[in-house]
């Protein structure tokens, strides 16, 4: 039943559209990180919203009944990803400053909003190993990017424990990674 409603075209489409505007909206809000950041760097900046494009990608795809797999692994790793660390990063800014904006509620919200989605999805990715790997590469590298270079999301009250964030991240893309194996690709392989 539930998956009924996941594969109705007119929730898809509904799904497409808000994912398509929140993709948008989340481009925008990164573009005062974007202006400061150095050009070799710009694709790996704005997480949250490359984490929802993935997912927009495949939705649409998925309204004509295709099948994007790498898209589908990058969608599921970093839709849980992103979604999760922005809930983390938020109540964390909330226990440091002692309060949260209004659009720190609202980001709380829209990013368990992807994690959930790219979960709720799972049944219909067609992801093997090698995309998961792919993902993986992307995922990590990421890490890296932001962490060993310098270019993670601007939390102003967090800089001081960007140590810690970085190394809980990087165990957040392991675990991640693990849960798409599990989702998927163990899956796939106890059916056949």
């Not at 799904?15 to 760097?41: A, E, H, M």
């Not at 909003?113 to 993902?135: S, T």
């Amino acid at each position: 039943m539930f998956n009924y409603i996941l594969a109705d075209k007119k929730f898809i489409l509904l799904l497409f559209l808000v994912n398509l505007f929140g993709t948008i909206y989340g481009y925008i809000w990164y573009i005062p990180q974007l202006s400061i950041t150095p050009d070799k760097y710009l694709l790996f900046v704005p997480d949250s919203p490359t984490a929802s494009l993935f997912f927009t990608i495949f939705l649409l795809f998925f309204l004509f009944n295709k099948n994007v797999p790498y898209i589908e692994a990058l969608g599921l790793v970093t839709l849980v990803k992103y979604g999760t660390w922005a809930v983390v990063m938020n109540v964390l800014t909330l226990i440091v400053e002692g309060s949260l904006s209004p659009a720190g509620y609202m980001l709380m919200l829209s990013h368990a909003g992807m994690a959930i989605q790219g979960i709720l999805y799972a049944p219909f990715y067609k992801i093997k190993m090698r995309h998961l790997v792919i993902a993986g590469i992307w995922t990590l590298h990421n890490d890296v990017i932001d962490y060993v270079f310098g270019m993670m999301p601007i939390y102003s009250s967090l800089t001081q424990y960007m140590k810690e964030i970085g190394y809980f991240t990087f165990w957040l893309s392991i675990a991640c990674l693990f849960l798409a194996y599990w989702l998927t690709v163990r899956k796939t392989r106890i059916l056949s």
